[in-house]
C-alpha cells in the first residue's frame, strides 16, 4: 500500500476535523445533546413532543452543508465497487450494530471519547477493529 501524494490533504483534513470537533463542542455545550447521527436519526423515528424541530434542523443543515459546498467546489467523484445487495446488506448491518452499540461512529468516536466515556472507547475499539479485519479478510484473504 502507498500513499496518494497527488491527492494526500492534511490541512483540508485537520480543518475538517477541527470543524467536526468544535460543532460537537458547540452542540454539546449549547444544548446538552451528543450530536451522534443515529440518536439524532432515531428520535425523529420515535418523536416526542418538542424534540423534532432541532432535530430536523440538525439534519438539514447536515444535507445543506453539503448543497452549499458543492457551489463553491466540485464534489469528489465516487466510486463504490459493490453491488446494491451489497450496499444494502452494509447499510442494514451499520443499523443493526448502532443499536446493539448504543451509538455510531459520530456518537462514540467523535462525542464519547472527548467526554472520555469508557464505554466509547470500547465501542470504538470494536468498530474500528471489526473494520481493519473485514478490509485485511476482503483484501488478503479474498483478493478483492
Known amino acids: 500500500m502507498s500513499i496518494d501524494w497527488a491527492h494526500f490533504t492534511p ?29 439524532v436519526l432515531g428520535g425523529l423515528l420515535r418523536p416526542s413532543r418538542g424534540d ?13 452543508a453539503s448543497c452549499v459546498y458543492v457551489l463553491f467546489a466540485p464534489l469528489p467523484r465516487v466510486r463504490i465497487d459493490a453491488d446494491y445487495g451489497a450496499l444494502i446488506l452494509s447499510g442494514l448491518l451499520v443499523g443493526v ?30 468498530f474500528m477493529g471489526a473494520g481493519f479485519a473485514t478490509v485485511f479478510v476482503v483484501r488478503h484473504l479474498f483478493g478483492v
Do not use: E, K
Not at 483540508?12 to 455545550?29: D, E, H, P
Not at 423534532?52 to 445543506?64: D, I, M, N, P, S
Not at 448502532?98 to 470494536?126: E, I, K, Q
Open 52 to 64: 423534532v424541530v432541532w432535530r430536523v434542523a440538525f439534519l438539514l443543515g447536515l444535507v445543506g
Open 97 to 126: 450494530g448502532t443499536r446493539y452499540g448504543a451509538g455510531c461512529t459520530s456518537g462514540h468516536g467523535v462525542c464519547g471519547l472527548s467526554r472520555l466515556s469508557p464505554r466509547s472507547l470500547v465501542a470504538t475499539a470494536a
Open 11 to 39: 490541512l483540508a483534513a485537520l480543518a475538517g476535523g477541527a470543524l467536526i470537533g468544535l460543532a460537537a463542542a458547540m452542540f454539546v455545550l449549547l444544548n446538552g445533546r451528543i450530536a451522534g447521527i443515529s440518536g
